[in-house]
């Protein structure tokens, strides 16, 4: 039987130029490099002007949720009933905002799964972890996984391309005012248990490198992380790494636990028990 901890990290190909193994691997995290998404810069160039002009985070992410509105559609309008006449619900459009607030309630849910599938698909790596631990691509947990990253409900207003613009201008975000400079970023996970996380190698009595999820949470502070586990992680993770981030935008569903969405891979984890 294969064992989790050799599993392949993901696809050959991937859509930052980079090898999979390497994007995935400890090495990388420790020492990263700046990375973007294929295009998505190109393609976008006039959020990126417009961003270029504002007078802080909160007036830049003002910016970006106006451009998203007018690129796709997801203004709040669009879930109201179509002004009563008929009491039928207007065509549902999917957005990342929904996404979030489903990850926020469950991880392991639909919009997880969609969310884990745009990081499988840009940056090339398996999930580890969908409802279950996926070690094989006949488990349940992976046919879950595909069943659900492929709904339709999702697919229906190019949701990966707004996860690629949103992942972008977090990028932008955190260069130029939210962490210029840095590397990375030291957060936090409580757990309870390891079901969720592979260990690759141990490195001391506590220092381990663990296989995260593709995508996995993360708080800024250890005092929410403490309220999630009586196992404390602590990870210090690149900053190309990180997908969203918790003052990213000053109205969406992640806000109340200092939360940061991290691609995943082969970490340096520090386990702490209280």
Not at 72 to 82: K, M, R, T, V
Not at 150 to 172: P, T
Not at 187 to 196: A, H
Request: hydrophobic share 35%; aromatic share 12%.
């Amino acid at each position: 039987m294969d064992q989790p901890t050799h599993r392949r990290l993901g696809h050959s190909t991937n859509l930052v130029g980079l090898s999979t193994n390497l994007l995935g691997s400890d090495a990388f995290n420790e020492d990263p490099r700046e990375i973007h998404l294929s295009g998505v810069c190109e393609m976008n160039r006039r959020l990126f002007e417009m961003l270029g002009f504002s007078e802080g985070l909160a007036d830049a992410g003002d910016a970006f949720m106006k451009y998203m509105q007018a690129m796709f559609g997801i203004d709040p309008e669009q879930h109201e009933s179509d002004g009563g006449q008929s009491g039928v619900p207007r065509r549902y459009r999917s957005s990342f905002l929904r996404l979030l607030k489903g990850w926020g309630y469950d991880s392991n849910g639909p919009e997880g799964a969609v969310l884990k599938g745009w990081v499988e698909s840009r940056f090339g790596l398996f999930p580890t972890y969908h409802k279950e631990m996926i070690t094989r691509f006949s488990t349940p947990g992976w046919i879950s996984y595909v069943e659900e990253k492929m709904s339709s409900r999702f697919h229906n207003n190019s949701i990966y391309c707004q996860l690629d613009i949103l992942y972008e201008f977090c990028q932008w975000a955190l260069s130029v005012h939210a962490a210029p400079g840095e590397r990375h970023i030291t957060l936090f996970r409580g757990v309870n248990s390891f079901e969720e996380h592979q260990i690759v190698e141990r490195i001391d009595r506590k220092t381990v490198v663990m296989r995260l999820n593709n995508l996995a949470s993360f708080s800024s502070d250890r005092g929410v992380a403490d309220c999630f586990g009586d196992t404390i992680l602590t990870v210090r993770v690149p900053v190309v790494k990180v997908m969203f981030f918790n003052t990213l935008l000053s109205l969406h569903p992640l806000k109340g636990e200092g939360e940061f969405l991290v691609i995943g891979g082969d970490y340096r984890v520090r386990a702490d028990y209280l």
